[in-house]
């Protein structure tokens, strides 16, 4: 494999071009910044993108000529510029993207990522993010790799022959690290909570963040739980070391932890290394419902922006200001829904940090709704889970304010009782 430089890899990109970038803790940083680099020779490039990790200077407003930023999910690096002239957002299930992608419908012209060096074999690794890069990646026209030693080498669907690989770039760089979050008392009280709703024998979808990791912390007395999700990170490590999680029982890919992307630290990288008992896979099928209710008890831990009394799940947006993207929430709801003895599951604080309250009478005008009221069973605060599964909508309204935080639960009723009569 020849190695050239950043600036001569990125040279391959021409105005107009469709250009796809590995994300998650895979972003190509050094690629991306070179890319950034050439805007005052470039115009219209449309970069596409799941959430990355790590600057996004061609989001920035300034460069809306030489780049326009077309997201299937908003991060925290582009959302101070999304909804403006050159930062769009694509509201899609993450099942279906790589589906569209490969039918034609959303052509690539280029794929810049970051994998392993090659093996005996010849082919390299998409590491720790395979989602829709694998698809990204079948389709594009050119491949501008970052070649690095430390992305670690995951089994699966993550594998591509370097002879598909058009421009390659050799760094050791550090792959992107988020660390455990320091959990607050109330994200304690919603992990014990939903620990409580999980079953021996059970399959987890969780997500990253602090309730997640509440969450897997009181799963330590469990027996053979089984992880089939669209992302992990370093929470599962001490469930995996004490035979906790197995995946003994699961009907689908039993014994395996079956993901398409991971965010964590060093330790989780090295963990998911050339790992049989890891199978990194293509993102449409790990998340297609049809695939994820063959496993039994799967529980799916999903969050909520805001929730109403009727419970409407809004997940991407606050009111019109979209702030993350659909992801895989309504896959996983809906798959486990359908899976036997399975348990959707919408966690979420009472308030936000400001005093404000996330179940409401009705969402902010303009508000996603990205998980429907018909799709929702269990809403879970730091005061208890709600079932929603078959009730009517003054049944729900009364669960739901039984959650809410005390301080909100009187004008909850008066505005329930105002929208919904003598239902309520």
């Given amino acids: ?26 972003t190509p940083q050094r690629l991306t910044d070179a890319l950034t680099a050439r805007h005052t020779e470039l115009e219209a490039v449309e970069i596409t993108h799941l959430h990355t990790e790590g600057a996004a200077a061609y989001a920035r407003p300034e460069y809306a000529k030489a780049f326009r930023v077309n997201a299937f999910f908003i991060g925290k690096n582009v959302r101070p510029y999304a909804n403006q002239v050159n930062v769009q957002y694509i509201p899609m299930f993450l099942s279906e993207i790589p589906l569209m992608i490969r039918r034609g419908r959303f ?3 280029i794929a810049i990522i970051q994998v392993s060096p090659p093996d005996a074999h010849g082919f390299c690794s998409l590491g720790i993010s395979v989602d829709i890069a694998s698809a990204a990646c079948g389709v ?9 030693p430390n992305m670690p080498r995951s089994l699966g669907d993550g594998l591509i022959h370097h002879s598909r690989i058009t421009a390659a770039v050799y760094a050791k760089d550090t792959i992107h690290e988020i660390k455990p979050s320091i959990l607050s008392e109330t994200e ?6 939903i620990a409580g709703l999980v079953e021996d024998g059970a399959t987890l979808q969780m997500g990253i963040g602090a309730i997640p990791d509440a ?17 992990f990170s370093d929470g599962i490590l001490p469930l995996v070391e004490k035979g906790i999680i197995n995946g003994r029982l699961k009907k689908k890919h039993p014994g395996k932890i079956v993901s398409s992307f991971a965010m ?6 090295d963990f998911i290394h050339d790992n049989p008992e890891v199978a990194m896979l293509d993102v449409g099928y790990v998340n297609d419902t049809s695939v994820i209710r063959k496993n039994n008890k799967v529980t799916a831990i999903n969050s909520a922006i805001e929730i109403d ?3 409407q799940v809004c997940a991407d947006s606050i009111g019109p200001r979209i702030f993350s993207g659909v992801g895989g929430q309504m896959d996983f709801i809906r798959g486990a829904s359908l899976s036997e003895g399975g348990k959707p599951i919408i966690a979420l604080p009472s308030m936000t940090l400001k005093g404000v309250s996330k179940i409401v009478p009705t969402l902010k005008e303009g508000a996603g709704v990205v998980t429907t009221r018909a799709n929702v069973h ?3 605060t730091e005061y208890g889970v709600a079932d929603l599964y078959g009730k009517n909508i003054a049944q729900r309204a009364r669960a739901l304010i039984g959650i809410a935080h005390p301080s909100q639960r009187e004008e909850l009723e008066r505005k329930s009782y105002e929208l919904y009569g003598k239902g309520w």
Wanted: without cysteine.
């Fill in 1 to 26: 494999m020849k190695f050239i430089s950043s600036e001569q890899a990125v040279a391959l990109v021409q105005s107009g071009d469709r250009v796809f970038i590995q994300g998650g803790s895979a």
């Fill in 107 to 109: 052509p690539i012209d």
């Fill in 140 to 148: 594009a026209e050119k491949i501008i790799a970052l070649v690095n």
């Fill in 188 to 193: 304690k009280a919603i992990g014990k909570h």
């Fill in 215 to 231: 969450t897997l912390q009181f799963l330590t007395h469990h027996k053979d739980l089984g992880v089939h999700t669209e992302m």
């Fill in 264 to 269: 964590g630290t060093r330790q989780l990288y």
């Fill in 309 to 311: 009394v009727t419970g």
């Fill in 378 to 380: 269990y809403v879970v």
